[in-house]
């Protein structure tokens, strides 16, 4: 731990308001995306975020710098959404459909004229609805997949900080990432074979 980390802490530690809004404006965006993730909607979201924080606040003393703070906020979350999914009882898909954005319901043509055609369009269509197949196939995926791939995909974690929150090794965390790709892969194949 560097002596930069250590006098953080110690800020922390004391309650000094101004470290602890920088902790929290560095890492609050990400954290409150990352609980959003997990549970499926943004107010769930930002609730776990608040109660995790609170929880942290509480118990910083408890803090020994064997991780990142940043490892331990998201670790917070984790833990503080987890709780949240058991309580619910089920996994919740995150998604909504923005091909339908594009097009009015009643008819099925488009919101706005397209201008030229270039092919631009039909691609972002295509981009569009690849993403929506990702998103819906990363949703039905086994928790642990994919709970590794919205750390390391989507909140851009390194691989220290996702150990560190998942409180698994390095090794532990390739072999997941692997096979959570893996099935990601074959899910998105076997819905684009049906289309």
């Not at 731990?1 to 530690?13: F, G, S, V």
């Not at 150990?163 to 096979?179: E, F, P, V, Y």
Request: hydrophobic share 35%.
């Amino acid at each position: 731990m560097t002596a930069e980390n250590r006098d953080q802490i110690a800020a922390l530690k004391s309650g000094d308001s101004e470290v602890w809004r920088d902790v929290l404006s560095r890492n609050g965006a990400g954290l409150i995306a990352y609980a959003k993730r997990m549970l499926g909607d943004y107010a769930s979201g930002e609730d776990v975020v608040q109660e995790a924080l609170v929880n942290v606040y509480r118990t910083i003393d408890k803090f020994d710098g064997r991780c990142s703070i940043k490892s331990w906020l998201y670790r917070a979350v984790r833990n503080k959404s987890i709780d949240e999914i058991r309580r619910k009882k089920n996994f919740v898909d995150v998604g909504d459909d923005p091909e339908n954005t594009y097009f009015n319901e009643g008819d099925g043509h488009w919101r706005e004229d397209c201008i030229e055609w270039d092919g631009r369009a039909a691609r972002e269509v295509e981009h569009k609805k690849m993403l929506r197949i990702v998103h819906d196939e990363i949703n039905k995926l086994p928790h642990v997949y994919r709970e590794v791939l919205l750390l390391k995909e989507v909140e851009g974690l390194g691989t220290e900080d996702i150990c560190a929150t998942l409180d698994i090794s390095a090794g532990n965390l390739r072999i997941k990432i692997h096979r959570a790709r893996s099935a990601l892969r074959a899910a998105v194949r076997s819905t684009l074979s049906k289309e």
